[in-house]
C-alpha cells in the first residue's frame, strides 16, 4: 500500500525546519542578552556594595559568570559557529573589563574605609 505525499505535509516540513533554525538562532540570541544582562546586574550590584564589601563573593560572581559563558560557547550549535568565538571573546572581554573595574573600585573603597575608621578612632580617643 503507497501513500501519496500531499503538497500540504511538503510544506508543513519546510515551516516546521524554519521554526527549528529561527528557534535556534532566537535562543542564541537569548543567551546572549541573558549574559549582557548578568553582567550589567553585576555591575549594579558592584555599586549597591560600597558600604559592605565581601571580596569573595564579588570575584566568585564574576568567575561564575565567565564559567557560564565558557559553558555556553562549548554548547552553541555549529549553525552559526563563525560568530560564537567572535561574540565569546567579545564577553569574556566585557566581563574582564568588568571585573577590573569593580577590583579596583573595591580597593578605592577599602582605603576610604580604613581612612574613615582611623579617623573614627581618633575622635574617639581625643
Do not use: W
Not at 110 to 119: G, H, N, R
Amino acid at each position: 500500500m503507497a501513500r501519496k505525499s500531499l503538497p500540504f505535509n511538503d510544506q508543513c516540513s519546510s515551516v516546521v525546519s524554519s521554526l527549528y533554525v529561527d528557534s535556534v538562532i532566537d535562543s542564541q540570541s537569548d543567551n546572549r542578552e541573558r549574559l549582557n544582562t548578568v553582567g550589567n546586574d553585576a555591575l549594579k550590584m558592584s555599586k549597591l556594595e560600597t558600604r559592605e564589601y565581601e571580596p569573595s563573593c564579588s570575584n566568585s560572581r564574576v568567575l561564575a559568570l565567565i564559567a557560564t559563558l565558557s559553558e555556553t560557547a562549548n554548547k552553541t550549535p555549529s549553525a552559526t559557529s563563525d560568530d560564537v568565538p567572535h561574540d565569546s571573546l567579545n564577553i569574556q572581554n566585557t566581563l574582564a573589563a568588568e571585573y577590573n573595574f569593580i577590583s579596583q573600585r573595591v580597593a578605592k573603597l577599602e582605603q576610604k574605609l580604613e581612612k574613615i575608621e582611623a579617623e573614627k578612632s581618633e575622635l574617639e580617643n581625643a
